[in-house]
């Protein structure tokens, strides 16, 4: 009998991955996940691939309330109901520019000091913050299967950003 081992999402592109307990999945994903995305000051998408660390940042958002917390390795918590600020388009990530506003609050300062650049956060348009689909499944058994062929004992999942 197929079993679901993990389930994840990520409120902020490219920081930590968050596990879930449960959640509900619809055609847009997981309630929450990639609802936002760091910029630098030009408004260039900041990814893992740019600035590795950010994979240490925890991130925490309940749709619902609109509320996100931030946690910085150090332990430096941002926290609070983003506020919408000006159109920020995200460029440098997509082929075309992704609608955004700016979601002003404590995270840009707390972001910015961790990175060593200013960073601030925007909120994409609803589904315009994944790579691909709103949902990302991998298999134990595919995991499993790139961990023979790299002679590995074993892969872990999470490196490959999947939901599921």
């Not at 309630?31 to 030009?42: S, T, W």
């Not at 983003?82 to 997509?94: H, L, V, Y």
């Not at 609050?105 to 990175?115: C, I, Q, T, V």
């Not at 909120?123 to 961990?147: H, K, M, V």
Request: charged fraction near 20%; charge should be negative.
């Amino acid at each position: 009998m197929p079993r679901i081992a993990h389930i994840y999402y990520a409120p902020v592109k490219s920081l930590a991955l968050t596990p879930l307990a449960r959640t509900h999945v619809d055609k847009a994903g997981i309630p929450g996940d990639r609802a936002f995305v760091i910029v630098d000051a030009q408004g260039d998408a900041v990814t893992q691939r740019e600035c590795f660390p950010l994979v240490l940042v925890r991130a925490v958002y309940e749709p619902v309330d609109d509320h996100l917390t931030v946690t910085l390795p150090d332990g430096t918590v941002a926290a609070g109901v983003p506020e919408p600020g000006a159109s920020a388009p995200i460029t440098g990530f997509w082929d075309q520019a992704v609608p955004a506003v700016e979601a002003r609050g404590p995270w840009d300062d707390a972001l910015s000091a961790f990175a060593g650049r200013p960073l601030r956060l925007v909120r994409p348009a609803p589904g315009r913050a994944f790579d691909g689909y709103p949902l990302s499944i991998c298999s134990l058994e595919s995991l499993d299967a790139l961990a023979a062929a790299a002679g590995e004992e074993r892969v872990d999942g999470r490196r490959f950003r999947q939901n599921i």
